[in-house]
């Protein structure tokens, strides 16, 4: 069975850090594209981020790019994101999510970030 | 890197059919026949309903389909049931490992 298991979500302060963690288990997680979706509340899906298998392509939102990095370690089965100058829009729940092809196949269970005074 | 345009909102009664529209545009849904449909419920991640169009995963009730005309995808349902209640989302591929999300439509049944 496929798992993804988010972690680091939490409240910070407009323009300082955070960084999320996905740990993968139930496939072979070297060999999947990786992606970070969030959902602000109340509103809909919106595409962050993917990493392919190797880390050879990288791919932002323009809502994120230069302030948002995203990261694997095969080694650890894990994914991440690194959130720096973060801004109240990015209060949301962050969602890692396998893709297949062009298919979120699968999705964690989300980490809330508040991005707040 | 524009949303996909859907109805805010759909209702139906149970036992009837829905068709849920998803506009995008010659970049995105009318290039590819890669085109996902979500539901969620409330509080909930979403799950994968539909796939590159018209696919089914396995475990999904046959009574959701798919289909595609030019730059617009349609979900529909059938046979509404009180469990159908949800937010849908669909979703396509654009181009260089992008997707990207339509802005939900909340589904009644009355």
């Known amino acids: 069975e496929v798992q993804l298991v988010e972690s680091g979500g939490g409240l910070v302060k407009p323009g300082g850090s955070l960084r999320l963690s996905c740990a993968a288990s139930g496939f072979t997680f070297s060999s999947y594209s990786m992606n970070w979706v969030r959902q602000a509340p109340g509103k809909g899906l919106e595409w962050v981020s993917s990493i392919s298998s190797s880390s050879s392509y990288i791919y932002y939102a323009d809502s994120v790019k230069g302030r948002f990095t995203i990261s694997r370690d095969n080694a650890k089965n894990s994914l991440y994101l690194q959130m720096n100058s973060l801004r109240a829009e990015d209060t949301a729940v962050y969602y890692c999510?396998?893709?297949?092809?062009?298919?979120?196949?699968?999705w964690g269970q989300g980490t809330l970030v508040t991005v707040s005074s | 890197q524009s949303a996909l345009t859907q109805p805010a909102s759909v209702s139906g009664s149970p036992g009837q059919s829905i068709t849920i529209s998803c506009t995008g545009t010659s970049s995105d849904v009318g290039s590819y026949n890669l085109v996902s449909w979500y539901q969620q419920h409330p509080g909930k991640a979403p799950k994968l309903m539909i796939y590159e169009v018209s696919k089914r995963p396995s475990g999904v009730s046959n009574r959701f389909s798919g289909s595609k005309s030019g730059n617009t995808a349609s979900l529909t349902i059938s046979g509404l049931q009180a469990e159908d209640e949800a937010d849908y989302y669909c979703c396509s591929y654009a181009g260089s490992s992008n997707v990207v999300f339509g802005g939900g439509t909340k589904l009644t049944v009355l």
């Open positions: 999510a396998r893709l297949v092809g062009a298919t979120v196949k699968e």
